[in-house]
């Protein structure tokens, strides 16, 4: 089962290079680098590696933002696989330890492309931000002195060839070194902290909420666009089809956001967060409804007391379109 944070990031990864920079890329071609990379973490090959590098030159590498993009599927995909062995491993599956250190072979074998046949250091320096959090991941198992070497001589390699800045590598050999400990001191790609930090205090998200000037891409087809922008175009009980060339991306007055679309947000983002919560409980006087909003049930008449979601899109049709 893919997890919710993969999926976005994967949606992200997507969104980024389906976008002009300069050519759009097409989906077909995306689907088949993603898997790719799934092949190559099953069966690191020299060929399998050696595609994905390719690709990542074809399609991205020319790009910062394609790049940062890439990194943080990356890591995503790391954390993706299981830290724990005695459920990961099957008889022709590799283990989740080893499918980790496969992403960082990939990534090695496009610093070398980058850095010493492209002279690209502009590649390395957009990995950089990723590069503890997917070490971090690869050295999270304890008792694995075979693994903990291969992952301290490559970024032995990493320094010999000067890939990354001396302190990046001292990170990086630190967090090896420090194995399962290091989680705590790794910064994640968004900025936020580690650790045991409930779900209370990372989910109200109180930094300043400031409205974009728009929602959607301009270059992107009708169809690649976020479901909000059909909004101002749908006919509330209408059955007459809309028409795709008034779908267009939403353009907002940028500044502060109305407090009523901030708690529509913060209640949406607390609801996810509490279904994919391992802690989560269902209460029975909880039910879902047709919507996906979650509702509370009167213990009396069984009928709904209070829906506690308001969807993305009903959050998105509180703001005001320019």
Known sequence: MVSPQLAI????????????????????????????????????SP???????????????????????????????????????????????????????????ILNDALYQAHLRDQNTSFAVNLELALPSL???????????KHTKKLLDLVDLWQEHQYCQPDVINK???????????????TPLDGSTNGSANTSTRLPKDAPFIMPTIHGDASSPWY??????????????????????MIRPLRFASGPVDKQLIKAVQDLLADVDRIYSKECVVDSTEDIDQMGQRVVLDEIT???DVAVTIPLTVALALTKPV
């Not at 976008?19 to 990379?37: G, H, M, V």
């Not at 790009?63 to 943080?72: I, L, Y």
């Not at 690649?224 to 922008?229: F, I, R």
């Open 172 to 186: 990086l050999r630190q967090i090896v070194r420090d194995g399962p400990h290091s989680q705590d001191s790794v």
């Open 224 to 245: 690649d666009l976020p479901a909000a922008n059909w909004l101002p175009v749908m006919e509330p009980n209408s059955t007459r089809p809309m028409n795709p060339e």
């Open 9 to 44: 990031a994967k949606v992200s990864f997507s969104a980024v290079l389906l976008r002009a920079d300069p050519t759009s890329c097409p989906r077909t071609e995306i689907d088949e680098f993603l898997s790719r990379l799934d092949a190559t973490t099953s069966r690191c």
């Open 47 to 105: 060929s399998n590696v050696q595609k994905c590098k390719q690709w990542i030159f074809s399609n991205l590498a020319h790009s910062p933002a394609r790049v940062a993009a890439m990194a943080k599927y990356l890591v995503a995909l790391a954390n993706s696989y299981s830290a724990d062995l005695a459920t990961t491993r099957t008889a022709r599956e590799p283990s989740s330890k080893r499918k980790r250190l496969h992403l960082l072979y």
């Open 135 to 145: 070490v971090q991941s690869a050295a999270a198992f304890p008792n694995s002195l």
């Open 302 to 304: 069984g009928e709904v």
